[in-house]
């Protein structure tokens, strides 16, 4: 299976900056893994959407989106549990 390549939008690549440096590292590791597992274990599937996920880091959510034509994720979306689906 071929690699995806990241993508990330420009408020996301923001909100990734405002976060703690300890939960920073630890959510671009999981979108970095998002390249070999665009759908890992635990990912959900946002209704009303067709293509974008939801993965868990903690209480920090990444909403992205998967184009499988393109082999490309896109990160649209990282923040707190609370905020994010704002």
Same mark, same amino acid.
């Given at each position: 299976?071929?690699?995806?390549?990241?993508?990330?939008?420009?408020?996301?690549?923001?909100?990734?900056?405002?976060?703690?440096?300890?939960?920073?590292?630890?959510?671009?590791?999981?979108?970095?893994?998002? =390249?070999?597992?665009?759908?890992?274990?635990?990912?959900?599937?946002?209704?009303?959407?067709?293509?974008v996920y939801r993965i868990r880091v903690g209480v920090y959510r990444?909403?992205? =989106?998967?184009?499988?034509?393109?082999?490309?994720?896109?990160?649209?979306?990282?923040?707190?549990?609370?905020?994010?689906?704002?």
């Amino acid at each position: 299976m071929a690699s995806y390549r990241i993508e990330i939008t420009a408020s996301a690549e923001k909100q990734l900056g405002s976060l703690p440096r300890a939960d920073r590292v630890r959510v671009a590791r999981r979108i970095m893994a998002l =390249s070999t597992e665009p759908r890992p274990p635990g990912c959900r599937q946002l209704s009303g959407h067709e293509d974008v996920y939801r993965i868990r880091v903690g209480v920090y959510r990444v909403i992205y =989106s998967i184009e499988d034509r393109r082999i490309l994720v896109v990160v649209l979306k990282i923040g707190h549990r609370r905020d994010v689906y704002r």
